[in-house]
């Protein structure tokens, strides 16, 4: 056997040009590449690809672009600082599944007046009424987030905490419009970075065109054999277009509604984990089996596959074979995290001021609810005027209390790792509420597939409940 560490990503201003061959990811991805055709060893063939990087650009453009072997651009990898964007766009970006981002949090940050103006507002009419609205919302949030943090003290009659302080912040936030600005950190591959070049490329905003072209202009020099078709085709404009149905949404709606899941879940669960180790037996033949058993049995069942599980660790992955979905209404704030989990599956409709708004219960006690109500107001009749004349602007002055509707289609498996990340004491109020009643839909459809789900904070306890010896006694 034999290890090799290939290399990582550096910052490469700290460093200074040394050793052989141009600083690319693309002799890495050139190299393994030819691995399964050459007898060579792996760091023989990137100690090659090193002394000729044109010839490792050649091999890469014919085996990825000419073959089809596209997986080869994994293998490059980029770390991308992306600053002074709006939060809209954020949204755009962070729909690119297998891709890594760190962003800028509006719990823990406290933000100033840097925001957006729109390039399809520059020289417009509407553009003073626009910069009238951002402006009034910043006002509210650092009026907001004082008086938060004046209440967080008086209800505990003591100094306030950095901890409260976060609260404060992160309630005053529900004001502050989707134009502001924010900053994150991407690690993605090549073959990611070329669709998501492509697809901003098409997007009807101008902020994603831009940031398209910045994007392409920072990475192409480095890594022109992997960065190749950027330019957008008919579908990826497409892609942004569909059609619009009018009229406004039901009043009568639930914030959580689970619209579909796996019939008879918890005995297609049992019935994979039989599968396992079925010794040859098809899955029907499991799935039989599993129908035949006790209720008490399939509980036994599940519970050995959960028995040793620590709250770091994910679910078998038997669990992926049950499916849930939700038609969920949600908070911007509340979109901001959910859509962290890119495993799921969410199709999200745009943001829409009928939908009313999130108002944190701390704004309520603090006395702010009237004043923020006629900022919403204000605000909504600001972007009606925005939609009628210049479209793609009017998302920008909604806030981060605007709601959205989304479909949102998730395994088991995933649903346990939300509902660890998502219900624990640190999570935010907002999204918390949204997985608690997720979580209870789902336990209540399928309880076995379900047994052990919970909040970080609460697991431990969950699980002595589960097995306990009087637990396992009465079975």
């Known amino acids: 056997m034999k290890v090799v560490l290939a290399g990582f ?86 729909k690119f599944r297998l891709v890594s981002f760190t962003e800028k949090s509006q719990r823990y940050c406290l933000f100033q007046d840097d925001f957006t103006l729109p390039d399809e507002l520059k020289n417009h009419a509407l553009s003073d009424l626009f910069l009238s609205i951002i402006r ?37 936030r529900y ?50 054999s992997l960065i190749r078709y950027t330019k957008p085709t008919d579908y990826d404009v ?4 569909l059609p619009e149905i009018k009229g406004a949404p039901s009043s009568d709606f639930k914030a959580v509604e689970l619209i579909w899941f796996t019939p008879e879940a918890d005995t297609r669960l049992v019935a994979a984990l039989l599968y396992r180790s079925g010794g040859g037996k098809g899955f029907d033949e499991c799935l039989l089996e599993a129908k035949q058993l006790p209720k008490e049995r399939k ?23 049950v499916d849930l979905v939700y038609d969920l209404t949600v908070s911007a704030t509340c979109f901001a995290q959910l859509k962290r989990h890119r495993m799921a599956t969410i199709l999200a409709q745009a943001y829409n001021p009928d939908l009313g708004i999130t108002i944190p219960p701390r704004m309520l006690r603090a006395g702010l609810a009237e004043d923020f109500k006629k900022l919403i107001e204000t605000t909504n009749e600001s972007y009606r005027r ?27 498996r995933e649903l346990y790792h939300i509902s660890r990340l998502r219900l624990d004491r640190h999570a935010q109020w907002d999204i918390r509420s949204i997985v608690q009643e997720m979580v209870h839909e789902a336990q209540r459809v399928m309880p076995l597939t379900l047994l052990l789900a919970g909040g970080r904070n609460t697991y431990e306890e969950n699980y002595q409940t589960i097995f306990s010896p009087k637990e396992e006694k009465s079975q």
């Not at 040394?18 to 055709?37: D, H, K, N």
């Not at 890469?60 to 991308?80: L, R, T």
Request: charged residues 25%.
């Open 175 to 224: 004001a502050i419009s989707l134009a502001t600005h924010t900053q994150l950190g991407m690690t993605i591959n090549a073959r990611n970075l070329e669709l998501m070049i492509r697809r901003l490329a098409a997007h009807p905003l101008k902020e994603a065109r831009t940031l398209s072209q910045a994007l392409f202009e920072t990475v192409h020099p480095i890594a022109p």
């Open 9 to 94: 990503n550096v910052d490469l201003g700290a460093i200074a040009p040394c050793g052989e061959g141009e600083l690319t990811p693309e002799t890495i991805a050139a190299a393994y590449a030819r691995i399964s055709r050459s007898p060579l060893s792996v760091d023989e063939l990137r100690k090659i690809a090193r002394k000729d990087v044109e010839k490792a650009r050649q091999s890469n453009e014919k085996i990825v672009f000419e073959m089809g072997h596209s997986s080869i651009a994994e293998h490059a990898i980029f770390n991308i600082d992306i600053m002074g964007i709006s939060r809209l766009l954020v949204e755009e970006v962070e």
């Open 136 to 172: 009034q919302q910043q006002h509210f949030y650092r009026v907001a987030y004082e008086r938060l943090k004046s209440i967080l003290t008086s209800e505990k009659g003591s100094y306030l905490s950095p901890t409260d302080d976060n609260l404060a912040k992160e309630d005053a």
């Open 238 to 241: 497409a892609y942004h277009d």
């Open 386 to 412: 925005l939609i009628r004349e210049v479209p793609p602007a009017a998302p920008y002055i909604l806030t981060n209390a605007h709601r959205r509707k989304l479909v949102l289609k998730v395994n088991a």
């Open 299 to 321: 509980r036994e069942i599940v519970k050995e596959s959960l028995r040793h599980l620590q709250p770091y660790d994910q679910v078998r992955r038997e669990f992926e074979i």
